[in-house]
């Protein structure tokens, strides 16, 4: 038997001898194993090797050749005649792997085009081991692999061959075997996480996690992930979650904050109408307190606060550090009495003075406190701190996996601390990175901050991210977990766009949402409709492709209303398309001094084709029916993607942060409630913030979309947020001596010059990999989705598809052309500096 191992990254995956494998469907005489390396070392760095009767190959055409003429097959050719062509093929098959130049492979092409023209197969009227090898060298070529994707011309005939022997069931089985051996290896995306990682000591029905909220704030989409994820592993071990409210510090805790963690935890599934708290315990931990205090191993300080951070951060041993058990317990019984010098002392943990982990330094974990708890009343004066009552309930409460996230790395050999010296059960604990998205605070001190000074509404405000706030803004919960579950409990950290988030939940409502219109009130236009019949009432879908959401009634009349900016475009004699009515011809455009348009006139022209029109508008017929509404837009609270220590709040805030937009609507929309979400077409996703009273209008806000426009900063341009990146930009410029951005000083263009400006951009040569090394899979795969958004949009105008899923085909097309110099340049950069070390490296 042969044994055939394939390096499983190689930059040109050999799929031939994989395919070839397959083919046979013989283990008894070929077997394929993966490894998970670029080149295989152990045999000069080839791509393939096949190991048979004690030989070696290492040559995709060598181990091609053993293996069909080593066993009887339908491979190989019977005669010497077609045996000879077979041959031909294999190293043919090799110029294409070992070439790059688009002029060599395309005169390739060409050659093995004009072959199969009167050809369904190389040689021979079945499969052979020349299709195979040709079949693999073309799947592994990126320039042969652009060309099929986006339809360029191969030649009819190797075209319709490649994909006829890709459709080959051993062909379609090879290509999945190489998936999951992909899948069993790859790393996830840098914002994506896995739960494929190894809980030690986790058994089948005994696993069970816990959530341990402080009751002193609401949730924000951070808790929303570690609930989740303490639910997700207990659901899988068929376990059980602990919801707990470490309720340790009265003077931050409310019963308000108690009730909207447990309503919130509802929203995303968890149960937490049986709950437990630290205060339960406090008689406990007490006594393990005592137990420290007895056995050397704590000590009652009275050092001042601002001395104690000194010295802990100079590995200074406190005065109190030596002092006897006797006098310990005297000061700790004073402390829980709360006497005048019981509150000048603190418990310590006699951990170590010099640590270089710092958080083993004599951690602090009893203080006092006079303000009385929710649950206790005055009976405790001094309560323990989470660093000490966490690891203590943990093990009592039976928790056999405490999930932390990595913040809490320093502090995780505190906590084993704390049960091997109070001979405490063992729980295992597994970090996770914290989500952290940019632009947002997720410090519950700092958000607290925003709330009492008055620049938000609340706790649920939509620019907040707790559940609440997002929830308002418009995300549904399914979209929160599915995000959060996609998140999985990876250590990576990373600063989050909130991209994914909001596309997820448009892929949720999308289906969902009812269709309606809007009209900003600000200089609307009235347009008189010539050959338009009396006002009317007509009964229309409220989501075309969903049946489901039943009817609404739409006004249909001679004079109609629409956005000042659709009209500025109008072009007399221009014909357009009115949504859900039909064509229209412009016959005459009135504008003032200012060239803001005061009125239209329009001719309705039913017979036109919607298709061939360019511009699709909404509109609204003046009737009573229309109602006045409020459109709610949202910035980010600061002005920086990410915050740093140094930084100042107070510097970083945005100075308008909620915008308004006066509309009117069609009169189905008073029958909205509060919290429905609908698509005011061609303007996005809104839900409902507030219904209409006898003194206001309806609310709604704008839901982002996922899109770039819908969750950029509005107030922190590339030149302010990026600024480090815009200073290195000017420098590079400077030192290459480019000319002085002519750019700068230039007016806007618009109209057709902006047109003619985008075409000409267009029209750059796409950024391209220079190294140093091979174009990363990240690349690759940008690469590939470019040329599949092309693809799209050529295939929707070749269909004359309608004229707004062509522009989000394109928006989408050119979001991703505007990815890839961005990331080549990153990349490029990491990539140099990488090198650059490694050249330097010196043992």
């Known amino acids: 038997m042969a044994t055939v191992v394939i390096a499983q990254k190689a930059s040109t995956l050999p799929y031939a001898p994989i395919v070839l494998a397959h083919a046979l469907n013989n283990p008894a005489i070929v077997k394929v194993e993966y490894k998970n390396v670029a ?39 019977s005669d010497a005649a077609s045996t000879s062509v077979m041959d031909d093929f294999i190293d043919k098959s090799q110029d294409i792997v070992n070439s790059s130049d688009f002029k060599t492979l395309d005169v390739i ?27 693999g060298a073309l799947k592994a070529n990126a320039i042969f692999a652009r060309q099929i994707k986006t339809g360029k011309d191969l030649g009819t005939y190797l075209g319709r061959w490649f994909n006829h022997m890709s459709a080959q069931a051993f062909v379609e089985a090879s290509l999945a075997e190489v998936a999951k051996a992909n899948d069993s290896t790859k790393v996830a995306k840098a914002d994506q996480g896995s739960f494929d990682i190894n809980l030690i000591g986790a058994e089948m029905g005994k696993v069970v996690t816990r959530f341990p909220p402080e009751p002193s704030g609401y949730l924000h989409i951070g808790h929303a992930k570690a609930a989740l994820l303490n639910k997700y592993f207990a659901d899988q071990y ?153 690891p203590i309930v943990d093990s009592i409460e039976g928790v056999t996996h405490a999930l932390r996230t990595d913040e809490y790395h320093d502090r995780n050999p505190q906590y084993q601390w704390f049960l091997d010296n109070l001979g405490l059960r063992q729980v295992h604990i597994w970090e996770y990175s914290r989500l952290s998205f940019v632009y947002t605070l997720m410090s519950k001190r700092k958000l607290t901050w925003f709330v009492d000074q008055g620049r938000v509404s609340g706790w649920d405000d ?17 979209a929160l977990k599915a995000y959060i579950l996609m998140q999985g409990a990876s250590t990576n950290y990373i600063t989050l766009e909130w991209d994914k988030l909001w596309a997820v939940n448009r892929k949720q409502i999308d289906p969902i949402a009812p269709r309606h219109t809007a009209v900003d009130a600000a200089n609307k236009v009235k347009v008189t409709v010539a050959g338009a019949e009396p006002y009317t009432l007509k009964e229309v879908p409220r989501h075309k492709k969903n049946e489901e959401l039943g009817d609404k009634m739409t006004a249909y009349g001679p004079t109609i209303w629409m956005d000042q900016a659709d009209c500025k475009e109008l072009e007399v004699n221009e014909e357009v398309t009115l949504m859900d009515w039909g064509n229209a011809f412009i016959r005459s455009i009135e504008k003032n001094a200012e060239g803001v348009v005061t009125g239209v006139n329009a001719e309705l022209h039913l017979e036109g084709d919607f298709k061939k029109t360019k511009k699709k508008l909404t509109w609204l017929a003046d009737g009573a029916e229309l109602v006045k509404v409020d459109l709610m837009d949202y910035d980010y609270l600061i002005t920086k993607k990410k915050v740093e220590e140094e930084d100042e709040l107070k510097d970083l805030l945005t100075p308008v942060t909620e915008f308004k937009t006066e509309a009117i609507a069609d009169g189905n929309v008073a029958d909205l409630n509060k919290g429905d979400i609908i698509q005011f077409e061609r303007k996005g996703y809104y839900i409902v913030d507030a219904i209409a009273t006898p003194t206001t209008v309806a609310r709604l806000i704008l839901i982002p979309d996922g899109k770039a426009a ?25 030192e290459k001596g480019a000319p002085k951005d002519a750019a700068k000083d230039a007016p806007a263009v618009s109209g057709k010059k902006a047109k003619a400006a985008a075409h000409a951009a267009a029209q750059k040569p796409a950024p391209t990999w220079t190294g140093p090394g091979p174009k990363p899979e990240e690349i690759v795969e940008l690469e590939a989705q470019i040329d599949a958004a092309g693809l799209k949009v050529r295939q929707l105008k070749t269909d004359k598809a309608d004229a707004d899923a ?38």
Request: hydrophobic fraction near 40%.
């Open 39 to 77: 080149t295989l070392a152990e045999h000069n760095n080839a791509t393939a090797a096949l190991t048979a009767d004690g030989i070696t190959l290492t040559t995709v055409s060598a181990i091609l050749r053993y293996i069909v003429r080593s066993h009887k097959n339908t491979f190989y050719g």
């Open 238 to 390: 068929k376990g059980r979650l602990i919801v707990r409210f470490d309720d340790t510090n009265p003077s931050k805790e409310k019963e308000e904050y108690e009730h909207s963690i447990k309503e919130d935890l509802l929203l995303i599934g968890i149960d937490s109408s049986v709950v437990s708290y630290t205060s339960d315990y406090f008689d406990t931990i007490y006594n393990y307190a005592l137990q420290l205090i007895k056995e050397g191993k704590a000590y009652c300080d009275t050092t001042g606060q601002e001395q104690m951070r000194a010295e802990r951060m100079d590995g200074i041993a406190s005065q109190c550090r030596d002092l006897s058990v006797e006098e310990n317990l005297r000061r700790f019984e004073e402390m829980k009495n709360a006497t005048e010098f019981g509150q000048t002392c603190c418990l310590r943990a006699k951990i170590s003075v010099d640590n270089l982990n710092k958080a083993l330094r004599d951690p602090v974990i009893y203080r006092c406190n006079l303000i009385p708890h929710a649950r206790t009343g005055t009976q405790w004066k001094m309560y323990p701190l989470y660093d000490l009552a966490c």
């Open 710 to 734: 819908s969750i950029s900063s509005k107030a922190a341009p590339v030149a302010q947020n990026e600024a480090r990146d815009a200073k290195d930009a000017k420098k590079n410029k400077k």
């Open 806 to 843: 062509v522009k989000v085909a394109v928006d989408e097309l050119l979001a991703l052309k505007k990815q890839l110099p961005v990331r080549i340049e990153a990349l490029q950069a990491l990539a140099a500096a990488a090198s650059a070390a490694a050249d330097s490296f010196t043992l």
């Open 462 to 478: 939509p620019r907040f991210p707790t559940i609440r706030g997002i929830l308002r803004r418009g995300l549904t919960m399914e």
């Open 109 to 135: 092409f060409q050659q093995l085009n004009h072959h199969l023209t009167l050809r369904s197969y190389f040689v021979g009227h079945k499969p052979s081991v020349a299709d195979v090898a040709i079949w």
